[in-house]
């Protein structure tokens, strides 16, 4: 018999131990503001921490009220990650309800944040002025909508997680680069796609300005109802200008958002005559089992519908 067989195995063991947290009880807590960025931060941590989302799929985080579950989440956290560019205007807040003392890291740091669609777009199609969202600040939030940002994400991420957790410091980063490869790929085969659609097809009309980053990344036109956030509604003139806007051009790509109330548009394509094209995933993912449970399949499933419609035009 092999005496020292077993005693290879448990060296095998204790090295591996020492290598992950102890156990799936104790992974290290972090807090994502809301779903999309949840999944990039699952994707980056790996094994090596449980993610507690606030805002979940299919829920809007532009109106956004902390519960008592998310003062409780963010108390045990250690390390928070936010958006950034002024889309969780609720954070400060809940961090000091929740007395939180660690790390709180802007996901978007670094990225050339795009301005919000103003004055010169109001006699176009109707968008807000900027004092119906100044408590968004002047940045477009969504800059998620392009990869190339969330490559930018995933390594702000990656070094958050190693600066927290030195040991995991290789893996954050292995996971990390292994994630920037799906999104290039998803990226090249995005370009690829819209190269074979010309250029004055691809207008789209939204529920609220979430796709500028996609627009101006893929050269596509988005035209919104609603301003950059979701909370209060355009006037009957800048829908009335939408409208026709719609008719002149004649634009069939017109789409409801996951997260928003569909009324408003339901009524715009009603009096402008065009059939919806269904929904896009803007600021959420799907629940599991949908078409977006994750943002590399969000971004697909949005693309597939996009040009579906954008050939329409």
């Known amino acids: ?6 005693f290879s195995v448990l060296l095998a063991a204790l090295a591996l131990t020492a290598s992950l947290p102890a156990s799936a009880a104790e992974r290290i807590p972090v807090v994502a503001s809301f779903s999309i960025l949840g999944d990039i931060v ?4 790996g094994d090596r921490i449980a993610v507690t989302t606030l805002v979940g799929p299919d829920e809007d985080a532009h109106v956004f009220q902390p519960a008592p579950d998310d003062i409780k989440a963010v108390s045990r956290a250690r390390l928070v990650v936010v958006n950034g560019l002024g889309f969780e205007g609720w954070i400060e807040r809940l961090a000091q309800s929740a007395n939180y003392r660690g790390a709180i890291v802007t996901a978007s740091a670094g990225i050339s ?3 919000r669609a103003g004055d ?5 199609h109707g968008h807000h002025d900027h004092d119906a969202h100044s408590h968004h600040g002047k940045d477009d939030p969504h800059a998620w909508q392009d ?3 969330v490559i930018v ?5 990656a070094a958050a997680l190693a600066r927290l957790d030195p040991a995991g410091a290789d893996i954050y980063r292995k996971n990390g680069e292994a994630y920037v490869g799906k999104l290039q790929e998803l990226d090249r085969w995005a370009i690829q796609q819209f190269a074979q659609i010309p250029d004055a097809k691809r207008r789209v009309i939204t529920s609220h300005d979430a796709f500028e980053y996609f627009g101006a990344h893929y050269k596509v036109r988005f035209l919104a109802a609603q301003g950059v956030s ?3 509604e355009p006037s009957a003139k800048e829908v009335a200008a939408l409208i026709r806007q719609i008719r002149t051009q004649k634009i069939k790509a017109l789409f409801f958002e996951n997260m928003s109330n569909p009324k408003l548009l339901q009524q715009i394509a009603r009096e402008a005559g065009v059939t919806p094209g269904g929904k ?9 089992g949908g078409p977006a449970p994750d943002y590399l399949a969000l971004m697909r499933y949005n693309i597939g519908q996009l040009l579906d419609k954008i050939r329409l035009n």
């Open 1 to 6: 018999m092999n005496f020292l067989r077993p």
């Open 42 to 45: 699952a994707n980056v941590g």
């Open 147 to 149: 990869p190339q940002n």
């Open 153 to 157: 994400y995933t390594r702000n991420i």
């Open 120 to 124: 010169d777009d109001h006699d176009e």
């Open 113 to 115: 944040a795009r301005e």
């Open 230 to 232: 979701t909370d209060s």
């Open 280 to 288: 896009l995933y803007a600021d959420a993912l799907s629940r599991p």
